[in-house]
């Protein structure tokens, strides 16, 4: 059917049309109706759920779930939805049917019993106490008839994200663009001109202010809930903003005329847009090239706004941690499925104030991984509360859900009032089981739905206060007030719901969603601490996939540290090309090894098979298979060829004699082999008796004249200069460089290399030191900011890192002394990232207040990046 209107007035769903083998298993009839196909799908999967006592009612006694499953049936048919489930399950079953890992639920559609039923969520929604109305608004949904067309206003439609398989996401998408060619493509996004950004730049151009500057001005405009303000609220709310706005007024104007410009376009990581017909005959599309996925990909040609409103949006969302479970449960026998995310061991872990939070989904990340220390969870609800606390806003809070929390556990069976001044009596029963805190938007609407409105007007009164709709804010008001009056209740019950609503607002969370994700969270804690090194193979088998993959190796080696597995050294023979499982231990990957793509992997697999016997054979053999010389370095230097010479600390040797050797022709090649095994194939003392000695070639020349014999030099020069400046230093060389290519080092640590003296403290053992101890500290600089504190102090915050974990120093300007001033004033700069520097210092509560810094960066005085490679042939 093609849009007669050029205009089209929303959208239109994609009839799904399914094949016979797509139904086969449930008996139902492809050419049924929407209606009667979604209709046998949930009884189908509402009677196997409850004979394998999945759902938490006795399978004779199932009037809840029968009469939840018609509500939402009804709801979905009545608001024309029916055909946007299907698509969704289809999608979903075409991932059960691959055995390709999905999640537990996302979002608001976790609240769906239907969903439940069809395995799009792994959610039971009756037992967590979540609503179907936060899910679908049948209020806020809207039909158009136009010249007898049937349109969905697509900004109210029903959203459903799914979350895949990291490794098998592409899968999915495939099937998609199969099922629905022609009639789909990936999502434009358009970026604009943020308030920080502008203000920065015009500071600079108009203003011609330092970087320095410009950053300290920047960072008074204010935030609320982690969004940056707009240049106008900032002038209205920050005084110290407002003052700087006044002073470069010129600067000040000309960012507030570009704020908000589109900057650049891209391409949305995770939508799909879907339409019922030809894309082209709906919107523009474009191709465009997906680094990501190493190909050309139609993108809309509107951006994603004006996509869902004209066709569906659909999210696909790789999700890494579904990966690392799916390899882990494939490594162990484990059935994904059967994990049960209450289990003991998951709190037991937990407990403990979660010592190694790597790979642990959603609870690693630094804000939900402190709040989770501190609240210990010891159930699922608990757990859900932390993903829930970890957020702007609700962050505030964290305290007094704790004080909730040690009340409870030390009266135990005996705990039946938890006394607050913030919990109102009549909403006790609500408020009651998160310390009377409103953590939920599904609270909110249960404290409605206990003064009389339904569900669905509970929804309304959370999202207009949430959007804060003033014009409709003092309607709902008058209502409760009214349905207060109704049932004889004292004013304050609706004074309290109307606080609840108007405050909880800016940190209330998704029920749905929260505990979605905790069972995802609590799944990952139950495999790292059963199968340890099978969890920490399969993590960093998928770190070439984070976007700082070897600051994440890194972090996972400071883990396996302290739990005795050992990441063993890419070997050239021994490694496959990812990581494994070797011994007790865990054996480096070919693939992660930095420089390596999947081009040169299957060269490097190659070069393998030819049965090197010493380093000529190396040579050799890695310019027949096609590796470059640079490629070859990056191996010697990551040790990976380590079994070719007699003693590791002569990696910048060897090297210096691949250079060498990639610099000769095919035929000072050739006889130099002959001889390998006279000069212990060392091509450098080689070359040099050759010359020395006149050696004739085999074509009864010398083996060089004069002049080339000097040209070589000079072509080895550059080289040379390299190998003399490693040398000087060959453990830190070996050190640096394999934590550049690697991630990591395995052969000695920064402590042992810059100099090995009980001097100098592990970031560990610093953290058990009493306040005010010296301290002597060498690591790598992992972050480094320069500011300036509200009385005008300057300081620069560290964050470094060693084998052990990090810590976080303060060099800074008091009113007493002026260290920072002194240290730049001596003519020293602020290290940069990725520097190896050492600090002396005393220590405070949990950071270190600096007095010295020396950076390391001299020692290694030619980087990987600047080996030359004008011999390359």
Not at 116 to 139: A, M, Q
Not at 169 to 193: A, D
Request: proline share 2%.
């Amino acid at each position: 059917m093609r849009y007669n209107n050029p205009f089209p007035k929303g959208v239109i769903l994609p009839k799904v049309e399914f094949k016979k083998n797509e139904l086969a298993r449930f008996q139902i009839d492809p050419k049924s109706s929407s209606e009667q196909i979604l209709l046998e799908l949930c009884e189908y999967n509402l009677k196997d759920k409850l004979e394998r006592e999945l759902l938490i009612i006795d399978r004779h006694n199932n009037g809840e779930y029968v009469d939840r499953m018609n509500m939402e049936l009804e709801i979905l048919n009545r608001l024309g939805f029916t055909d946007y489930i299907l698509l969704n399950w289809q999608v979903l079953n075409f991932c059960f049917e691959n055995k390709i890992p999905t999640g537990a639920g996302r979002g608001s559609a976790a609240g769906s019993l239907i969903l439940y039923l069809l395995g799009v969520t792994n959610i039971d929604p009756i037992k967590y106490d979540l609503y179907f109305e936060r899910f679908v608004s049948e209020s806020r949904a809207r039909r158009i008839e136009y010249d007898g067309v049937t349109y969905l206003d697509g900004s109210l439609l029903a959203d459903i994200d799914n979350d895949i398989s990291y490794d098998r996401r592409r899968e999915v998408i495939q099937f998609i663009e199969e099922e629905y060619k022609g009639r789909t493509s990936k999502i434009l996004t358009l970026n604009t001109l943020s308030s920080k950004l502008c203000i920065k730049e015009c500071m600079k151009i108009v203003s011609n202010l330092p970087e320095v500057t410009v950053n300290r001005i920047s960072n008074t405009i204010p935030k609320k809930f982690g969004k940056v303000a707009k240049l106008s609220v900032a002038y209205e709310e920050s005084d110290e903003f407002n003052k700087h706005a006044d002073k470069h007024e010129k600067a000040f104007k000309i960012a507030k005329k570009i704020e908000g410009l589109i900057k650049n376009t891209g391409v949305h990581p995770s939508g799909i847009a879907i339409c019922s017909e030809e894309q082209t005959n709906i919107m523009p599309v474009q191709k465009a090239y997906s680094s990501k996925e190493d190909r050309d990909v139609l993108v809309s040609g509107y951006d994603m706004d004006d996509v869902a409103s004209l066709s569906v949006k659909f999210d696909i969302l790789g999700v890494r941690s579904l990966s690392v479970v799916n390899h882990v449960c494939e490594a162990t026998g484990e059935k994904y499925e059967k994990i049960d995310p209450r289990d003991e061991r998951v709190y037991k872990v937990l407990g403990r104030g979660l010592e190694y939070k790597r790979g642990l989904f959603h609870i690693e990340a630094d804000v939900a991984g402190a709040v989770c220390k501190d609240v210990k969870p010891r159930s699922l609800e608990e757990l859900s509360a932390v993903v829930a606390i970890a957020r702007p806003g609700a962050s505030g809070f964290k305290d007094d859900y704790i004080r909730y929390l040690e009340q409870k556990r030390r009266e135990g069976d005996e705990f039946t009032n938890f006394e607050s001044d913030s919990i109102h009596p009549y909403f006790k029963s609500v408020l009651e089981y998160t310390g009377g805190i409103p953590l939920y938007q599904e609270q909110l609407m249960k404290m409605a739905n206990m003064l009389g409105f339904s569900l669905d007007e509970a929804e309304q009164i959370r999202r207009i206060v949430g959007k804060k709709k003033v014009e409709k804010m003092a309607e709902w008001k008058d209502k409760i007030s009214d349905k207060v009056k109704e049932r004889g209740l004292d004013e304050e019950v609706g004074e309290f719901l109307w606080k609840v609503a108007e405050d909880s607002a800016n940190y209330s969370f998704n029920k749905s969603h929260s505990i979605s994700y905790s069972c995802l969270s609590a799944v990952t804690v139950y495999l790292k601490d059963k199968y340890p090194q099978q969890f920490y193979t399969s993590l960093l088998s998928f770190t070439k996939h984070e976007p700082e993959t070897y600051e994440e190796i890194y972090a996972i080696t400071q883990e396996l540290l302290s739990l005795g597995i050992k990441l063993l050294p890419p070997d050239l023979l021994k490694s496959d090309d990812n990581f494994k499982m070797e011994g007790k231990n865990i054996r480096y990957g070919l693939d992660s090894i930095k420089g390596i793509s999947e081009k040169s992997l299957e060269l490097l697999m190659k070069f393998r098979e030819l049965g090197l016997k010493n380093k000529y054979d190396v040579f050799m053999g890695a310019k027949q298979s096609g590796l470059n010389i640079g490629l070859v370095s990056s191996l010697i230097q990551a040790g990976v060829l380590d079994s070719f010479i007699d003693d590791a600390n002569h990696r910048c040797r060897f090297m210096l004699e691949a250079q060498v050797f990639n610099c000769l022709t095919d035929r000072e090649k050739r006889n130099f082999i002959k001889i390998g095994e006279k000069y212990n194939y060392d091509i450098l003392t080689s070359i040099v008796e050759a010359n020395k000695q006149g050696l004739m070639a085999d074509d009864n020349k010398k083996m060089f004249r004069e002049s080339r014999y000097e040209n070589l030099l000079e072509s080895m020069n550059n080289y040379k200069q390299i190998y003399l400046n490693n040398s000087k230093a060959k453990r830190y060389a070996n050190w640096y460089f394999e934590q550049k290519i690697l991630g990591y080092s395995y052969s000695c640590n920064i402590r042992e290399v810059i100099h090995n003296s009980e001097d100098y403290h592990c970031s560990d053992t610093i953290k058990k030191r009493a306040e005010r101890s010296p301290i002597r500290f060498v690591g790598t600089l992992m972050d480094v900011v320069a500011r300036e504190s509200q009385n005008g102090n300057k300081y620069v915050s560290l964050e470094i890192n060693d084998e052990k974990g990090s810590i976080k120093g303060l060099l800074m300007d008091t009113r007493r002394q002026l260290k920072l001033t002194e240290y730049l004033n001596s003519g020293r700069v602020i290290p940069t990232k990725g520097e190896v520097i050492e600090i002396r210092g005393v220590k405070g509560d949990g950071i270190i207040f600096v007095n010295d810094i020396r950076s390391f960066k001299d020692k290694i005085y030619m980087k990987l990046s600047h080996v030359k490679k004008k011999c390359n042939k």
